[in-house]
């Protein structure tokens, strides 16, 4: 240290301003050495990945791989919804064409597709504004003819960066068949409703990308290897729908409301021992493949629209009646035409339908008919003596032990798809003379044609409410099975085999014949056993002369294989019978021909037995 500062202040002036100089220059040599090494390392590790990225970009060209959206299928193999690739886009990539060549690039591309100069310039400014963009939609859809041009001036060099591509599609080649099941999907193939929404992270492909090297022009470069990370397919969904029965439905649905014009109509076939839905139409409907904007035509009434059942309650009233050992099905009850419920003003009446007395039984001083023959007429009278039996708090346990009041389950269900839990007041607000007549003959109570098929298959199939279901199967791309349903309690009823399939099932059969107020809906092959339901609606907060007709049961009666509803709502039509009478709107006249159809043809298709021993038809159906 002593050397360097002697040499430093040692000698003349002029000697030290040299050393002094060499000095100052070395150090800023070194200073510059440090700071470009600094530079390159930042260069070279710190962005690295910064510039291999710009690098990429300048001399690469990235190719979208589009994969294929999964496949709806029917169980029995049907093509609902499927996606195709035809016809032909026009798309550029604006950061591969030239600066220099974009105006031509867009005269040409005008020329080629008939377009004036103020399109080609508007075409300019695109790829001008997008220049740093890898994509950019020219025109949607452009026919065979004028593709084949935009190729060949592609090959020619003529419109670097253009490309022809392939349309995908999404199609349902059947239309409107099961539409309120398969919904649709919108332009960027998204699903709206049904199960393209519900699964559509199973049904949605993901892209895959092709990355080729090209020159400064764009051009691809010739021996260069692609990198290519393939795209994965969407998965294939099976449902529980069986096409022949969604025929048959949808079928006899039309001809339903061609006879009775009605403002809805909504029916169900359902696996009774699985929930299952086998099939399901609604009116109005639409086609997905132009699903329109009409909102109220898209919508699952099935599902979101609840409704007083009317008649079609009182099964389940008495069930509960069985099951707490109040009554049996040849239990005598007192019968009157009227009655009156103190504390309410009006009466309950079976005008129009009384048991005629040739079936009443004098017991105990009073006139009485057995459970089941009121079950059979439809009795309001006796169904409200049975629900004063069993008191608000039993018959608001039985309401909601039957599932009533609350949503379904259904996989294309829940608030998402608008489905309604219906309306069950709370025990609170219930009254003896208001609440229990109501309750008892089907009103002030709202349930969807869902809940209702659902809870009615309790009967069928000794007591369980089943969650119903309409996607049976999801299989991957790959043949992997990503899920499978299987059969579901959604809540036990507490209801016997006893109750349902002994008591209350032969009761129900007597309802389809010459008995009952569904006549008309008995079949020679198959005994069906199910209630009609007549209920008046409320309109502008009373109730009107305009009715929901409805019938709902099961078949075979005694090995019941499936479960079906049908709702008609507000039949406007006036029609004629043979005798030149109108035909009145009621459960037994307007549903339960639909519905024993429904029966008979599914059964037939299914290829379920005919019964040996039938009930007999009866021509003249009588009311509810």
């Known amino acids: 240290m002593a050397r360097w500062l002697a040499w430093m202040i040692g000698g003349t002036s002029g000697t030290r301003n040299a050393r002094r100089g060499a000095l100052v220059m070395l150090g800023l040599m070194v200073a510059v050495f440090f700071g470009l090494a600094g530079r390159?390392?930042?260069?070279?590790?710190?962005?690295?990945?910064?510039?291999?990225?710009?690098?990429?970009?300048?001399?690469?060209?990235?190719?979208?791989?589009v994969g294929t959206r999964g496949t709806?299928?029917?169980?029995?193999?049907?093509?609902?919804?499927?996606?195709?690739?035809?016809?032909?886009?026009?798309?550029?990539?604006?950061?591969?064409?030239?600066?220099?060549?974009?105006?031509?690039?867009?005269?040409r591309v005008a020329q080629i597709l008939g377009r004036d100069q103020a399109w080609a310039d508007e075409l300019h400014r695109q790829l001008y504004e997008r220049r740093e963009k890898a994509y950019y939609n020219i025109r949607r859809e452009i026919d065979a003819e004028t593709a084949a041009r935009i190729r060949a001036a592609c090959e020619a060099g003529e419109l670097p960066g253009v490309e022809v591509r392939a349309i995908e599609t999404r199609e349902y080649p059947l239309g409107d068949f099961a539409a309120h099941i398969v919904g649709f999907v919108d332009g960027d193939m998204r699903g709206q409703e049904g199960v393209e929404r519900a699964l559509e992270k199973y049904l949605a492909a993901q892209a895959g990308r092709r990355v080729i090297t090209v020159d400064a022009l764009g051009r691809p470069l010739e021996g260069t290897q692609d990198w290519v990370e393939a795209p994965r397919d969407g998965a294939d969904v099976q449902l529980t729908i069986n096409a022949g029965i969604q025929a048959i439905v949808e079928e006899e649905?039309?001809?339903?409301?061609?006879?009775?014009?009605?403002?809805?109509?909504?029916?169900?076939?359902?696996?009774?021992?699985?929930?299952?839905?086998?099939?399901?139409?609604?009116?109005?409907?639409?086609?997905?493949n132009r699903p329109g904007t009409d909102a109220a035509a898209r919508k699952?009434?099935?599902?979101?629209?609840?409704?007083?059942?009317?008649?079609?309650?009182?099964?389940?009233?008495?069930?509960?009646?069985?099951?707490?050992?109040?009554?049996?099905?040849?239990?005598?009850?007192?019968?009157t035409p009227e009655l009156k419920v103190p504390g309410r003003p009006k009466l309950i009446s079976d005008h129009g339908h009384e048991i005629p007395a040739s079936e009443w039984i004098f017991h105990n001083g009073a006139n009485c008919v057995p459970v089941s023959t009121a079950l059979v007429k439809s009795?309001?009278?006796?169904?409200?003596?049975?629900?004063?039996?069993?008191?608000?708090?039993?018959?608001?346990?039985?309401?909601?032990?039957?599932?009533?009041?609350?949503?379904?389950?259904?996989?294309?269900?829940?608030?998402?798809?608008?489905?309604?839990?219906?309306?069950?007041?709370?025990?609170?607000?219930?009254?003896?003379p208001s609440s229990i007549p109501s309750l008892s003959i089907g009103y002030e109570v709202q349930v969807t044609p869902m809940q209702?098929?659902?809870?009615?298959?309790?009967?069928?199939?000794g007591g369980r409410v089943l969650k119903p279901y309409v996607v049976n199967r999801v299989v991957g791309a790959d043949g992997r099975m990503l899920y499978q349903a299987a059969p579901e309690d959604l809540l036990q009823t507490?209801?016997?085999?006893?109750?349902?399939?002994?008591?209350?099932?032969?009761?129900?059969?007597?309802?389809v014949s010459g008995e009952g107020t569904a006549g008309s809906g008995a079949l020679k092959e198959y005994r069906i056993a199910g209630k009609t339901g007549t209920a008046h609606k409320?309109?502008?907060?009373?109730?009107?002369?305009?009715?929901?007709?409805?019938?709902?049961?099961?078949?075979?009666?005694?090995?019941?294989?499936?479960?079906?509803?049908?709702?008609?709502?507000?039949?406007?039509a006036k029609v004629l019978n043979r005798y030149g009478w109108r035909i009145r709107h009621y459960g037994g006249t307007v549903a339960a021909p639909v519905m024993s159809r429904i029966v008979l043809r599914s059964l037939k298709h299914l290829g379920v037995p005919e019964d040996s021993d039938t009930a007999p038809v009866v021509e003249a159906p009588r009311r509810d």
């Open 40 to 65: 390159l390392y930042d260069l070279q590790v710190t962005q690295h990945e910064h510039y291999s990225a710009k690098r990429r970009a300048n001399s690469t060209r990235t190719i979208t791989l």
């Open 72 to 107: 709806i299928r029917t169980e029995d193999g049907v093509a609902l919804a499927q996606t195709t690739f035809s016809g032909a886009s026009l798309a550029v990539n604006p950061r591969v064409v030239p600066a220099g060549d974009r105006a031509a690039v867009a005269a």
């Open 253 to 288: 649905l039309r001809a339903c409301v061609e006879k009775w014009d009605p403002v809805t109509v909504s029916v169900i076939v359902m696996e009774t021992n699985t929930g299952a839905i086998l099939g399901l139409a609604n009116y109005p409907s639409f086609d997905p």
């Open 300 to 335: 699952n009434i099935s599902i979101t629209d609840p409704f007083e059942p009317g008649s079609m309650f009182k099964p389940l009233i008495v069930c509960a009646a069985y099951q707490k050992g109040l009554l049996t099905p040849d239990s005598l009850i007192e019968y």
């Open 379 to 432: 009795s309001n009278t006796v169904m409200t003596r049975i629900g004063l039996m069993l008191g608000c708090r039993d018959l608001h346990a039985t309401v909601t032990g039957m599932g009533f009041g609350r949503r379904t389950g259904f996989d294309l269900g829940g608030p998402a798809f608008g489905e309604s839990a219906g309306r069950v007041r709370p025990l609170e607000k219930w009254t003896v």
């Open 452 to 461: 209702m098929l659902n809870c009615f298959n309790a009967i069928a199939n």
């Open 494 to 511: 507490g209801l016997t085999r006893q109750v349902t399939r002994e008591m209350m099932n032969e009761t129900l059969k007597r309802v």
């Open 538 to 572: 409320v309109k502008q907060g009373q109730y009107s002369s305009d009715k929901i007709c409805s019938f709902v049961g099961y078949a075979p009666a005694d090995q019941p294989v499936i479960s079906v509803i049908v709702v008609v709502n507000e039949a406007r």
